[in-house]
């Protein structure tokens, strides 16, 4: 089976699915979650470069057409802290 492939709402690099993070509005309650749930995904790479563009730029809330909240930021940042240790 082919590997799927996204891409990078910040960086617009595209990479198997798996390599990148989900963030999703979920319909119908368009409420906005992390891996979970049907609707409207984008994918984030899991680096700290990618996270901040996407947070100044808010180029999540313009592909996911919703205002993301900041505990959803703050998720991803401890996200991606857990993924930096050795």
């Known amino acids: 089976m082919k590997p799927n492939y996204r891409r990078c709402v910040s960086c617009r690099q595209i990479l198997p699915k798996e390599q990148l993070w989900r ?3 979920v319909h119908p ?3 906005i979650v992390l891996d979970e749930g049907m609707g409207r995904s984008a994918y984030i ?3 700290a ?3 901040q563009q996407a947070r100044q ?4 809330g313009r592909s996911l057409k919703a205002k993301i ?3 959803i930021y703050q998720s991803l940042q401890q996200k ?3 993924n930096l240790e050795p």
């Not at 730029?57 to 999540?60: A, T």
Request: charged share 25%.
């Open 57 to 60: 730029k808010n180029r999540l």
């Open 69 to 71: 909240p900041d505990q």
């Open 49 to 51: 470069d990618c996270l």
């Open 23 to 25: 963030i999703v509005r």
């Open 45 to 47: 790479c899991p680096q």
């Open 80 to 82: 991606l802290k857990i």
């Open 29 to 31: 309650s368009h409420s």
